[in-house]
């Protein structure tokens, strides 16, 4: 369909945008059209070059030269962040920028101040110049209340009244539910319809399909820094969509490589009846070598604080941990580290990597006791090609090893903290939601680690509230409820791995 004989000239046009960072080309000649009255879903998986095109539309990059950008049919030059907000450009980011401080009405006019004669803050004047525009949206407090004070929902309404405060009429939303609760979301999703009827664009960045099948009136897509077409939302389906992110079909996503179905390997973790006397009530299960064990379960069942039993992390009130025969002592993590156990926190920001070290450090952080000579000098040199090792191993889509781990998208974020567990050589590797917060691009090379290492021997504990991801990569899966293990699927003659025989379970229906 051709929009512009339809609807006039897109809000927003951008043509041939490249972008090239030392050693990286992160766009490549990349084009989009966004009309005012429609949603354009902004799809790819992480390193896609969707931030990277935000910001250059933002004015926060330069583009290289030879592109171009139209706002309402007019060519523009965007060379500084001021540029872009005078062209009635705004950016919701997912770090909100806003002062906690001060109040509504003051973040609103911040660097855009009304003053009296003489220069003193007109605040009574900046209260009652955002009041109309905070009734037409429906919030639920006023210009005089302290942003501090507000929920990140909240907060996220003060930026989008800020914007609008300002004349915007692209507005991009990047990640924007990542923080919100069901009912938060809902909200913002009235909102976000009641600005596409006022003629508003709105670009929704977004990795969450559900989110997009809501919302979207039509979906771009990108990979590798580069366009790869947009759908109509007459077109839009799962398998289209991800296709287009990540070059293949969906139905390859969980091909397992790894023998589920041949003899089963000799028991490498043995649990029984382990309880911390509270949430978790005494379990019992056995995992096998080469087997990928899956842990299902509602919110509140119990999986995290089982697995950080097994690990260590949390004291035990009765149980024992039996690791390849030997008994495992309860004397915290880094006991079930030194004897095989690996376990990735569902929390990798606030409890797995360390975000202001690069992406090596992090990989050699477990081991970087074997790199040290007579003296207490490191073996750099040995450290680096691990490192190197590992960025390829693992498919870690960075400039080198040496890039600042905080800087690179979740899927990688989750690679490079995998690499370092696995430098430990475990022989047990629990896997707390491994692929929350990532694309699906990055899942689908997460689900390839997890596979081989299957092949290779090492028993993997997976806990994820993903069931799609449950049933397609486990051999076996305990489901949990109310603190104990409730039932097991799969297995030697065990029931089929399906989401319905574990929500059975889950919920208590099991006969």
């Known amino acids: 369909m051709d929009r512009s004989e339809e609807r006039g000239p897109p809000a927003l046009q951008m043509r041939g945008i490249s972008k090239t960072f030392p050693g990286v080309r992160a766009l490549a000649s990349v084009q989009i059209d966004a009309w005012g009255g ?5 799809m790819g998986e992480n390193g896609a070059g969707k931030s990277t095109l935000m910001k250059v539309l933002s004015g926060a990059y330069q583009a290289d030269p030879g592109g171009e950008i139209r706002v309402f049919g007019k060519p523009i030059s965007i060379t500084g ?98 923080a919100l609760s069901a009912r938060e979301t809902d909200r913002l999703f009235t909102l976000i319809r009641q600005l596409r009827d006022e003629g508003i664009a709105l670009i929704y960045i977004s990795h969450r399909m559900a989110e997009v099948y809501e919302l979207a009136d039509r979906v771009t897509v990108l990979r590798d820094g580069s366009y790869v077409g947009t759908l109509e939302r007459e077109q839009l389906s799962a398998e289209a969509i991800v296709r287009m992110m990540v070059g293949r079909d969906l139905s390859s996503f969980y091909t397992k490589q790894h023998d589920a179905t041949g003899a089963r390997g000799e028991v490498v973790l043995q649990v029984d009846g382990l309880t911390d006397g509270g949430r978790v009530h005494p379990c019992s299960f056995s995992l096998h070598k080469g087997e990928v064990l899956g842990v299902a379960g509602l919110v509140g069942a119990g999986r995290t604080e089982l697995a950080r039993l097994i690990y260590g992390a949390d004291r035990r009130a009765g149980g024992t941990v039996t690791l390849a025969g030997k008994l495992l002592p309860a004397r915290g993590p880094k006991a079930a580290l030194d004897a095989g156990i690996a376990y990735l926190t569902e929390d990798r920001k606030g409890l797995g990597l360390f975000l202001d070290m690069s992406c090596g450090a992090n990989i050699n952080l477990g081991v970087i006791d074997r790199d040290c000579h007579l003296g207490g000098r490191l073996d750099r040199a040995k450290a680096r090609m691990r490192a190197t090792r590992a960025f390829k191993s693992f498919r870690v889509r960075a400039a080198s090893p040496a890039v600042q781990v905080g800087s690179l998208s979740g899927g990688n974020q989750q690679k490079v903290l995998l690499a370092r567990l696995l430098e430990t050589g ?58 104990s293990i409730a039932g097991e699927v799969g297995g030697p003659g065990g029931e089929v791995i399906n989401q319905q025989n574990v929500m059975v379970h889950a919920a208590g229906m099991a006969a």
């Open 38 to 42: 429609e949603v354009l879903a902004l």
């Open 81 to 178: 962040p001021q540029v872009a907000k005078e062209a009635g450009i705004a950016i919701i980011y997912q770090e909100l920028a806003l002062a906690p401080n001060l109040t509504v009405s003051e973040n609103i006019h911040l660097g855009n101040e009304i003053s009296r004669p003489g220069g003193r803050l007109d605040r009574r004047a900046m209260i009652e110049d955002c009041r109309p525009l905070l009734a037409r949206l429906g919030t639920p407090f006023g210009p005089e209340t302290l942003v501090g004070t507000l929920s990140i929902a909240e907060q996220q309404l003060v930026e989008i009244v800020r914007a609008l405060h300002r004349k915007s009429r692209i507005l991009v939303l990047d990640e924007p539910t990542t």
């Open 426 to 483: 475990p022989k047990v590797l629990i896997l707390d939601e491994p692929t929350r917060g990532v694309d699906v691009g990055a899942k689908s090379e997460i689900y390839r680690i997890i596979d081989e290492l299957a092949a290779n021997g090492l028993g993997v504990l997976v806990i994820s509230s993903d069931l799609p991801e449950i049933v397609g990569i486990c051999d076996r899966v305990l489901v949990m409820r109310e603190g």
